[in-house]
């Protein structure tokens, strides 16, 4: 196949796979792409909005259409990280002699926990306590599991999809930096619009809607996962997500003047490595066998507004990390004066 | 198969390269336009500095040549610059892109050529960039040449064209401005003094012309001191004054010319256009009948004195007319009032005192000039005099007084060569027909007789008269004191 032709069929399939979650996920066709972005990436994201807005919905969906093993853990306070990873039990077995005279040895055996699955929704994560979060920590990172000193390899692809709820903070635990550093991106879901909102109720209140088709095996996801990857991106390009990333840390030159006011941290080396990868998908999804700056740029706010904390003052005057996210995409040029200009 | 994707993939390099330099070679050639147009705006700017002072100020060099060699060297220097900037080719395929909205195909492409990178991307990027060079006009992505100096250079180019081919005096445009201020001031306290002192005389005599005249005068002294009047204001009330100070003039010295007549024919001397001579005294103001000629009656003494302030007062004047229009007023005033006489003859049609001669002919002394019989300039120490000459109807005089070969309003001959302060012998304008002729005063080239007993007093007491002035150097009233000291002792 050539490689256009090899370009084409992904931009197909990514298509056809978003057709198809959007016949049971109304709207959010946006947060549809940016999770496909995140699964052909490699990364996980980080899914916040109000209940009742298809969270779970749109992952069972896509369980359903990439033919993958889905599994979902609503985390609670009391959740233990083994709950999570699994655990080691002991298993009784009956030796070959029966009769009377028959003995009954234990082993220990590992019980793998839900996380052993394609697709993960950590359902709140918010509300496990920190010991239970960072239990997925060497999964998402290093997509394998240790357990009793045996490491275990997940199947790939992994992808974590967490969600979290905005608005009930009281007995929550909000995620630690180092954790939100390792979700590739961080998706807002927004309410739906009135027609929206009418066409979830035509589908979810008359009959039966049958099931979603399969669009993608694991081998597709896999070659799609490797195109990505080989898809050109021009140095001024990468240096130009650099500068985004660099843009957003507090004191440095390029900081803009809301980064500077009220930002505490900004994006770390993951920040722009996320930012140059979704811009590579985000054009191979296009149909373009390059990425540019405007890939890059429609990736930034997934890309970095986890990984901008902001400082109090922030935080009491209702900044968001979005308004920042787009005053540094505003300060920051793209060619800056790499653009031959013979007036000059 | 193999071979024919090497072979695809070569080509599409080799032409996405050529694409590119293209490209590039159009880039340079824009920046060679725009350089030498801006070079040549500023090699014209001296060049038209050089074509509008070529004709004001003398040029050692030609200025066409000059004018052209800086025009040349800028030009030189901007191409010079613009060769040495340096295209970026990736600076030109990102304005391609953004240009051409390709989302960094071009320069993509241009980084995987350069790179020799091998993906499975690569050649299709390249491929997709070469194609969309060829489709796309370079005159599209470089935009549309723009040379804002252009305009500028072509107008410099003209301005210094035309100075060249039509020269202009700035001088003549622009006249030097002169901040002379204090020194008209100075010259207004002057004047204002010289009329206050004719006032008085003319108080005593009981002139009343003289009175009004000098009152004039002292009003316009007033002004100029108190700079409530411009120049050209102020030279236009000096020629009126100037005018009526000289009829004034005429009619005392008509006055006294009878008195000091009578007087001399007495005494037997001669001489009615006697001459002064007296060093320093550069007024040539002369013509004082009757002050050869001693034991002269009061009323004789008093029209005589009226009659010199007169001429002191007139003398002052022309003389600060003069210094304002050597700062360039007068020829200002003239354009003003185009109507007002440059200089104004006296009814007679000879001026007192050899005024009738243009500035710096005659009264400086820069040139003498000559009559037929010069011999009535017994004091010819100086190095000019002028004469009038009135008719020959003194023979009895013998000494300056000569035929008239000459008709009245001839024009008078002027001879080059005299030096310093002239001398004037001034003639009786109402005695017959006069002509003024102009002499060089080296008597002993013309051989002329004045008995020197005659004149000796009367130059004694012009030399003290000048010497009670207050501009008189004190270093010249020592020297004609000596010298009429040293006089005096020899004989």
Not at chain 2, 13 to 25: G, I, K, N, S
Not at chain 2, 33 to 57: D, E, H, Y
Not at chain 2, 143 to 160: E, N
Not at chain 2, 226 to 254: C, F, T, V
């Amino acid at each position: 196949m050539d490689v256009r032709e090899q370009a084409a069929w992904a931009s197909g399939a990514v298509r056809a796979l978003r057709e198809e979650i959007g016949r049971t996920i109304v709207g959010h066709e946006e947060v549809v792409h940016d999770v496909l972005v995140c699964l052909f990436c490699g990364g996980h994201a980080l899914l916040e909005g109000v209940p009742g807005l298809g969270k779970t919905t749109l992952i069972k969906c896509l369980g359903q259409v990439l033919d993958l093993v889905t599994s979902r853990i609503q985390f609670t306070p009391d959740l233990m990280p083994a709950d999570i990873i699994g655990t080691n039990v002991l298993v009784p077995e009956e030796t070959q002699a029966a009769g009377a005279g028959a003995e009954t040895r234990r082993f220990v055996r590992f019980q793998k926990g839900p996380v052993f699955a394609n697709i993960v929704l950590a359902d709140e994560i918010n509300r496990a306590t920190p010991k239970t979060q960072s239990a997925l920590l060497e999964a998402m990172q290093e997509q394998t599991v240790t357990v009793g000193g045996t490491t275990y390899p997940l199947d790939p692809p992994f992808i974590v999809l967490a969600t979290q709820n905005p608005i009930e903070m009281e007995g929550t635990y909000p995620l630690p930096e180092a954790q939100l550093d390792r979700f590739f991106f961080k998706l807002a879901l927004g309410y739906p619009s009135a027609e929206e909102i009418s066409s979830i109720i035509d589908r979810t209140t008359a009959g039966q809607q049958g099931p979603l088709s399969r669009i993608l095996d694991g081998e597709g996801i896999r070659r799609i996962k490797g195109l990505v990857r080989e898809v050109p991106l021009a140095a001024h390009v990468r240096e130009f997500a650099i500068r985004l990333a660099l843009a957003t840390r507090p004191g440095t030159d390029a900081a803009a003047d809301l980064v500077s006011r009220f930002v505490r941290y900004g994006a770390s080396p993951r920040g722009p490595q996320s930012l140059v990868l979704a811009a590579k998908a985000n054009a191979l999804f296009d149909g373009r066998l390059n990425a540019g700056f405007d890939d890059v740029r429609a990736m930034a706010r997934q890309a970095l507004r986890h990984r901008v904390l902001l400082n109090f003052e922030g935080e009491a005057e209702g900044i968001t990390a979005e308004q920042v996210i787009d005053d540094v995409l505003s300060h920051t040029p793209a060619t800056g004066a790499a653009a031959f200009r013979g007036e000059d | 198969m193999r071979n024919a994707v090497g072979e695809r993939v070569r080509e599409s390099r080799a032409l996405f390269a050529t694409l590119v330099a293209r490209l590039e070679r159009r880039a340079r050639r824009d920046l060679l336009i725009r350089g030498a147009a801006t070079g040549s705006f500023v090699g014209l700017l001296p060049a038209v500095v050089v074509s509008l002072l070529a004709g004001s100020v003398p040029l050692h060099f030609a200025a066409l040549l000059l004018a052209a060699g800086l025009a040349a060297a800028g030009c030189a220097a901007g191409l010079v610059a613009a060769l040495l900037r340096r295209v970026d080719r990736r600076h030109l395929l990102i304005q391609a892109d953004r240009v051409l909205g390709s989302r960094e195909l071009t320069s993509t492409a241009l980084e995987l050529v350069d790179s020799d990178a091998s993906g499975v991307f690569t050649e299709a990027v390249i491929e997709d960039a070469a194609q969309l060079l060829v489709r796309t006009a370079p005159r599209r992505i470089l935009g549309r040449l723009r040379v804002p100096l252009a305009p500028f250079a072509a107008l410099a180019a003209l301005l210094a064209a035309a100075g060249l081919l039509f020269p202009v005096n700035l001088r003549a445009l622009f006249p030097r401005r002169v901040d002379s201020s204090s020194e008209l001031a100075q010259i207004g306290e002057d004047l204002r003094n010289r009329g206050l002192r004719l006032a008085e005389e003319a108080r005593t005599r009981d002139l009343g012309r003289s009175l009004e005249l000098s009152q004039q005068l002292a009003r316009l002294g007033n002004d100029l001191a108190a700079r409530r009047i411009q120049p050209g204001d102020a030279l236009d009330r000096m020629s009126e004054l100037e005018a009526g100070l000289a009829e004034e003039y005429q009619l005392r010295l008509q006055e006294a010319q009878p008195a000091a007549s009578s007087g001399l024919a007495g005494s037997g001397a001669t001489s009615r256009g006697t001459s002064t001579g007296m060093p320093g005294d550069n007024t040539g103001k002369t013509g004082e009948a009757g002050q050869g000629s001693e034991g002269s009656s009061d009323a004789k003494s008093a029209l005589g004195d009226a009659k010199s302030a007169l001429g002191d007062a007139l003398d002052r004047l022309r003389h600060a007319r003069r210094q304002l229009e050597g700062q360039g007023y007068g020829d200002r005033a003239q354009a003003q009032s185009p109507s007002r006489p440059r200089r104004q003859r006296s009814p007679s049609g000879a001026q007192p005192g050899s005024h009738g001669l243009p500035p710096g002919q005659g009264e400086t002394g820069q040139s003498a000039q000559r009559g037929q019989d010069p011999g009535s300039t017994p004091g010819g120490t100086g190095e000019g005099a002028a004469i009038d000459q009135q008719g020959a109807r003194d023979p009895g005089s013998g000494i300056g007084t000569l035929p008239a070969p000459v008709k009245r309003g001839e024009p008078t001959t002027i001879v080059e060569g005299g030096r310093g302060p002239g001398l004037q012998a001034q003639g009786n304008p109402s005695e017959g027909d006069s002509t003024r002729l102009l002499a060089r005063a080296l008597p002993e080239w013309t051989g002329a007789r004045l008995p020197e007993a005659t004149i000796l007093n009367s130059y004694s007491r012009q030399a003290e008269s000048a010497l009670a002035r207050d501009e008189v150097p004190l270093k010249l009233k020592e020297s004609v004191k000596e010298y009429f000291t040293v006089i005096g002792m020899s004989k």
